[in-house]
């Protein structure tokens, strides 16, 4: 999958209905047929607080971009994954689930980029960024970017491809020398402060829920996993070396996983009785 294309499954900011919807979708629809009538993805998302025109048009919006396929039972509508839709969905699910653990076995080096954008390409600026943010860089300026996983080459290279913005621009293994180590390369390209803010508001914010009902089990896995999505984005999973003694990030990755398991056979529940409901 490009880059571009899986940068779609990056959370946007107030949550909107395709985002909440695209949630839905891997979680509860993908791992059944594949399909799903419109009054039951409606119903779902109206457990998240999405009024009923705005599902439908995430919906026409998720079908405009050739996730979804409809067919229509009489005056019932049936929407199809299709197959971009699955392999989108199928990446993210993977993506989730196997980020958070412990990254061992670094072997010292970082993959650096450099790469001034001229002037008259300045609307790339921000493309370039946010691709080599969403592989797991950092920046320790406007024209370099680092990430210590050696894998991240072959996406830096492909990224500056796409953009057309190999002119000028270079991708190399190096090590930290002794007036900059290591340590302080991680510190300046990320805010690992701010990053371990927000582990913590993950687990303060669903710590205290509880759902007593599969409706409410239901909403409380989506917004679980719709928060959880946005790590993925923001966290660059680094070595366990270099990262400070018990990394939050590691707890709430536990976290994460026991309210998961919790949570999933109810919310399955819930969404097949939305189904069996919504046959003709």
């Not at 985002?19 to 779902?44: F, H, K, N, Q």
């Amino acid at each position: 999958m490009a880059v571009h294309e899986a940068s779609s499954l990056r959370p946007r900011a107030g949550s909107s209905a395709k985002s909440v919807l695209l949630t839905i979708l891997g979680e509860l629809v993908l791992p059944r047929s594949g399909t799903a009538w419109t009054r039951s993805l409606v119903d779902a998302l109206a457990l998240l607080g999405v009024e009923e025109k705005n599902a439908r048009q995430a919906l026409s919006r998720l079908a405009g971009q050739g996730y979804l396929e409809s067919e229509r039972h009489g005056r019932r509508v049936r929407w199809r994954l299709s197959a971009a839709g699955r392999t989108l969905l199928t990446v993210g699910t993977e993506r989730i689930y196997g980020f958070g653990l412990p990254s061992t076995g670094w072997d010292g080096r970082w993959v650096v980029v450099l790469c001034p954008v001229p002037e008259d390409q300045r609307a790339k600026r921000h493309q370039l960024r946010s691709r080599l943010a969403f592989a797991g860089f950092g920046f320790l300026g406007p024209a370099t970017a680092i990430a210590p996983h050696a894998d991240r080459e072959a996406v830096a290279s492909a990224v500056l491809t796409e953009l057309e913005l190999t002119d000028g621009a270079a991708v190399f293994r190096a090590e930290a020398g002794e007036l900059v180590p290591a340590e302080e390369l991680l510190r300046r390209a990320w805010d690992l402060d701010g990053l371990a803010a927000s582990y913590r508001g993950l687990m303060a914010g669903f710590g205290g829920r509880s759902p007593r009902t599969d409706e409410g089990r239901l909403a409380a896995l989506v917004a679980l996993v719709h928060e959880w999505r946005r790590f993925p984005f923001v966290d660059p999973e680094i070595p366990a070396q270099l990262l400070p003694p018990n990394w939050i990030g590691y707890r709430a990755k536990a976290f994460f996983d026991d309210r998961h398991a919790r949570w999933s056979p109810g919310a399955t529940a819930a969404f097949a009785r939305m189904e069996a409901d919504s046959e003709p």
